[in-house]
């Protein structure tokens, strides 16, 4: 029986992170709209509904309302938890869904 070269478990771990790193980069790039996706907490910096804390309620009962089948989302960082959101789709979703937005979506 041959013994692994020290450090072979590590890599494999390696290798496992960047493969899953590259899906990641190719969901987004397969996802991604003419706007781009926007960090969660960095959404009211561009838009004035929702508000950050309404935009993580929203997130949070995705499987109950439809955001999480929209299209709208995508989880990111190292263990997953952050969230990447979709302008358009979001959009595209409120409306569908009966929300009533405001006249301005978008911050001038």
Known sequence: MMKEPPGTGILEQLQGQLDQISRQLQELREHRGPTGFIPVPKWDQRYMWPTVAGLRDLIQHRNFNGLGTS???????????????????????????GHQLPNAEEKQ
């Not at 979709?86 to 409120?94: G, L, Q, V």
């Open 71 to 97: 299209g709208a989302l995508i989880r990111h960082g190292n263990k997953g938890t952050g969230w990447l959101i979709d302008p358009d789709r979001f959009f595209e979703w409120a409306r569908s869904s």
